[in-house]
Each structure stands twice: as structure tokens, then as C-alpha cells.
């Protein structure tokens, strides 16, 4: 768990490595002809976000490099055999492949709210949501093909976000046939959540050392960091869904629950003998009463579901901090450790 | 003009080259969990396409290294340093995104016909299209990064198919875009043109220069080529819109104009005060009739608009040939040049 102090650390992290993430993106991802194209492409990323899995990118260039964190300048970032590299333009283009799949999850899931403002399609229309969506992912690989790494290191970067990208379609398809499925189980789900959410962590956290050169074993350490930080900060979501106030999650709370989407909370509910389905009466999430989801909680507690999930993301947590035992000990390491915690210990 | 003969060559060419490509398909796409994202991904691949671009692709690469025909293997296609380069997966990958572009269209354009068959969001549904066209991207990424080039060369490649997937997705936009305005110009539609269509056909014909290790003259002679060749191609297909039979088409006759869709004609009889609106009554393509059709191409014809399309396609067919002259002289250039030619005699 993490101290005032400690989370205060990763705040700050967060915080100025944001600011940089959203200066870089304003560069790589100007609006040019046609506007409404790339204002449509933009309209997420400027409805805000913590850019977690840029600070992700940027805090493990400096972990594989042995540097304290922000010392360096991320736009020349000093590679293993010293040519510089452009971090940030990796960081970048991790978050506009994230982007990129809010905006159709969205469409798919007919999710009318992103960000606490209208989703793309519906501040615009579908068509432009789906092609924003397709504007940034041929972005994100022309970014990421320009970081100036060595160019064996800078294919496999790309072959890396692409096979991340499959996966997440996959995951995206899985979560979706699980929508008419009873059945599913606790691993099913947990496999789901590693493509849908995690392997875009491994991908933010191994980025870094391709394009720096790092060995293979270094390599997949991050990765695998990325991979269980993800899928514990995937389950905190759930959690959050119930249990953080509507306003401050920009959504209705207990949204999942109206929704009928299935968590690792609802599985080990119904594995415990909770009616899942019947929790909550309303059918959407605008009708449903904070006195609905407060019992649905209520029993989802009783039958030890959350207290399930929390347990797992902590395992998930500390089994990702393990694999950055082969990194170089010193501050960036243990920020890359402190932020892991912080994902599963955040409010919001 | 192309004689019987010379299109016979080139059909042969197109034929034995998509059998190849067809095989490639089945390798570097299989179907694999989950089936029905992959199902869907394959679907209008398999609905048929006569894979004209991995034709230029395979057909620019023997032509860049000057030999004949089909006298080497396109898997392990001698690069210009002498190392072996997989050109068909390069041709792969221009395919996978030529059948994505195809699928997302068809979301935007509400077209429910596609090669003879079902849309895949009609036959599957809108989600599974959204996904399966994402799947595709990626999936060309990851296959046009394993082709064996210099990771140099690897990497530009990877460039020109990202910029190539904005461009298209601009070219959408603008196309999209045109259906609410009745004051397109010309220039402005061959712009469009340019960046929907044009620019795969660039991509198509550079790609393999670059793998190879090209001059970058040669690579621009090849892009020029494919620019040019492609504009003529989307100019025949206006064309064909409203002069082959319905059942030849795999849609109505005349459907771009029944759904108001702007060409290169219909811009020319506006201008030549033509009242293109009310060319036809119908309102959607199973309305419409054949005589209503005929009623309409008469009046486009008496206008000179369909002449000045098909002499506009002829102009930009003999610049695109112009390019290949910094090309070897052989038997793969000259067909390179019959493949432009046919672009804009082909019948369907």
C-alpha cells in the first residue's frame, strides 16, 4: 500500500509527465485539413485523462537507463549505445492507440459518456467517430516510426504496438460475446481483461527499453510489469465503478451492474450464490437510484466479491513489482514500484 | 489502348498472381480465436476482389530488379544487396488494409452490398465490422514488419503504409464530407480521389522498391506510377457505375447516382447545366430501374461527360506509364504499363 508521501511522489510524476505527454501530442497530432477530422480525433484526448500509460513509457525509459527520474530530456533520451532516442514520441503514441480504442469501444458499446463529455459518436456522429478512431491508429504507428532508435529496435517497437493492437481487438471481441453469455468463467474473464486492458501496459512499460536497446530479459520484465499492473488496475476499475461517487467518476456509479457487464466482482458473486442479475432493477444506467447501487454494493460486500477483487488486484500488484528486480536499483525503479500501487489504491 | 492480346497477358498476370496472394492470405491470416472476429476480418476477403494492388506490388518488385514475369519466388525475393526480401507479404499487407478501408466504408456509406454479398456489418453486425476492420490494420502492420528487409528499409515501408492509412482516412473524411455540399469542384474531387483511393495504388507500387532497397528516384517513379494509374482506376469505376449490367456490377447500375454521390461526371454535367439532382427519381438502389438508368447515362452522354471522364482516365493512364521509364526496360516494366492501361478498359 502507499503512504500520503509516496502517492503524493506519484502524483507529481503523473502530473509533470502530463503536461509534456499533452505539449508532445499538440506536435505529433496537429489539426490540418480535413479540421474536422483531427478535431474529432483530438476531441478525447482533450477531454482530459491521466496519460498513465505515457508516464508508464517515459518512467521506464529512465528505470532501463539507471537515471533518476526527470533528468533527462525524453525527446533525445540517451539510448544503451548512446544515439539518442525519442521517448516521448513512443509515450505518444501509446496514448493515441488508447484513444483510438475509447472512441470505438464507445460506438460498440453504445456509451454515451467519456471524460464526463459526450462520447465521439455522439458529439459528432458515428461515421466521424469510426474514422477519428482509424485516423489515430495510422498516427500512432507514423509517430512511433519516427523515434530516431536504431531501426532493427524501432521495427520491433512497431511490431510490438501492432501485435498490442490485435490483442486488444480480440479482447474487445471477447468482452463483447460475453454480453450474451451466462457462463463465463473467472479466468475467461481475467484472459479478457490481459487483451483488452493489460497488454497495452506491458506495451507502455516494454516500449521503452526496445527502442533503447535493452536485452530481451529486461524487455520482458517491463512487459510483464505492464501485464499484472494492468490487469490489477483493470479490476480497480470495477471496484471504482462501485464505490467512487457519480460525479468524480464522470459517469452514473454502479454503471457496469446496470449494464449487465461482467467484472471478476459479479463472477465471484455469482459463484457465492449472489442473483447478479437481479441487483439492481433499471435497465440503464440514467434510471437506476444511488439507493439501488448502494444495497447492490451492499450484497456484493456481504459476499465477500470486492474484498475478492481488491485481494487479487494486491497479488496482481505485488507479482508486478517482482519482475523490475532485473532494472538498476535506484529512484525511477522505485517509482515504476510506487506507481504500480497507485494504480490500485487511486480513487478515481 | 490495350489489344485482346495484351489484356489476355495481363489477365493471366492478375490471375496467377491473386491465387498466390490468395494462398499468402490464408497463411499469414488464419482463423484463430476468437473464430468469429477472425471469420468476420476474412469475409470480404473471401468474398472474392481480384487483388489488383498486390498485383502492382509483386509486378513492381520483378520490375525494380529487372528480371521476367514470374521467374522468381516473391517469399524470398532478392533484394538490390542480395538478401531476400518476402514481397508477398508486403502485397498481404496492402490488401488487408485495401479489405479494412472496404469494411469501415461500408459502415459510413450504409452500403449493404459488397463483391455480390452481404456488407459484414449486414452479415455480421456493425460491432463485429468496426472490430474486424481494426483487426485487419493491425494485422497488416504485423505482417509488412516480418518481411526480412533491412530493418532500415522495414521501417520506411512501415512509414509509407501509415501515412498511406491517414491519407485514405482524410480522403474518407472529404468524401464523406461532399454528400452534405453542392458546390464541389473538379480539383477538389480528384483530390479526394488522390487520397481515397490513389494513394494505396502509390503505396502498392513503391512498397516493394523500398523493401528492396531502391534508389529513392525509383521509389517516386513507382509512387507517381501508382498515383496516377489509381485515379484513372477510381475514374473506370465511375464509369463502370453506369455502364455494365447490374449482375456483372454485384450491385444496381447506377447506384452513386441514385444515392447522390458526386464523380468526376456528374461535376462535369453540373457544369455543362446538366440538373443532376433530378437525373433520377428513385431515392435508393432497389428502387430504381433500368430504364430510368439508361434515361439518365443518355442525358450524361448528350452532356459529353462520360467522354470526358474516360478521356481524363486516358490522360492520367499515359502520365502514369511516363513514370516507369527510369525502370529496367523489360518484360515486368511493360507490363506494369498493360496493367495501367487495363486499369481503364477493364469491363468490371
Do not use: W
Not at 469510426?130 to 532493427?152: M, Q, R, V
Not at 516494454?206 to 512487459?223: F, I
Not at 496482481?316 to 515504476?336: D, I
Amino acid at each position: 500500500m502507499t503512504t500520503e508521501t509516496t502517492e503524493a511522489r506519484v502524483l507529481e510524476a503523473i502530473r509533470e509527465r502530463r503536461d509534456l505527454v499533452n505539449a508532445a501530442v499538440d506536435e505529433e497530432l496537429p489539426v490540418q485539413p480535413p479540421e474536422r477530422l483531427y478535431e474529432a480525433s483530438r476531441y478525447i484526448l482533450e477531454a482530459g485523462g491521466k496519460r498513465l500509460r505515457p508516464t508508464v513509457t517515459t518512467l521506464a525509459a529512465e528505470a532501463v537507463a539507471g537515471i533518476d527520474p526527470m533528468t533527462a530530456d525524453f525527446r533525445e533520451f540517451t539510448g544503451l549505445d548512446g544515439e539518442p532516442v525519442d521517448v516521448l514520441r513512443a509515450a505518444v503514441s501509446i496514448e493515441v492507440i488508447q484513444s483510438f480504442t475509447l472512441i470505438h469501444d464507445d460506438i460498440m458499446d453504445e456509451d454515451d459518456l467519456r471524460r464526463g463529455v459526450p462520447a465521439v459518436h455522439e458529439q459528432y456522429d458515428t461515421s466521424t467517430a469510426i474514422l477519428a478512431g482509424d485516423t489515430l491508429y495510422s498516427k500512432a504507428f507514423e509517430i512511433l516510426s519516427e523515434t530516431g532508435a536504431d531501426p532493427a529496435d524501432g521495427l520491433e517497437a512497431i511490431r510490438l504496438l501492432a501485435s498490442t493492437c490485435t490483442e486488444i481487438c480480440e479482447g474487445q471481441s471477447l468482452d463483447v460475446s460475453f454480453e450474451s453469455r451466462s457462463d463465463i468463467d473467472p479466468e475467461e474473464y481475467l484472459e479478457m481483461v490481459e487483451l483488452k486492458t493489460a497488454v497495452l501496459y506491458g506495451a507502455a512499460a516494454a516500449m521503452s527499453a526496445v527502442l533503447l536497446g535493452a536485452d530481451d530479459e529486461v524487455v520482458d520484465a517491463l512487459y510483464q510489469y505492464g501485464i499484472d499492473s494492468g490487469r490489477a488496475f483493470q479490476i480497480q476499475d470495477d471496484v471504482l465503478d462501485l464505490t467512487v461517487p457519480s460525479d468524480e467518476l464522470g459517469k452514473q456509479r454502479g454503471s457496469d451492474l446496470v449494464e449487465g457487464k461482467e467484472t471478476l466482482i459479479t463472477l465471484h458473486a455469482r459463484q457465492a450464490g449472489v442473483d447478479v442479475n437481479n441487483l439492481v432493477d433499471a435497465d440503464t444506467p440514467a434510471e437506476v437510484t444511488e439507493a439501488e447501487v448502494d444495497d447492490a454494493v451492499a450484497a456484493l460486500e456481504e459476499a465477500g466479491s470486492i474484498t475478492y477483487a481488491r485481494e487479487t488486484a494486491e497479488e496482481l500488484t505485488a507479482r508486478s513489482k517482482e519482475h523490475l528486480q532485473v532494472l538498476p536499483e535506484g529512484g525511477s525503479r522505485s517509482l515504476l514500484e510506487d506507481l504500480a500501487d497507485y494504480l490500485i489504491t487511486r480513487g478515481y
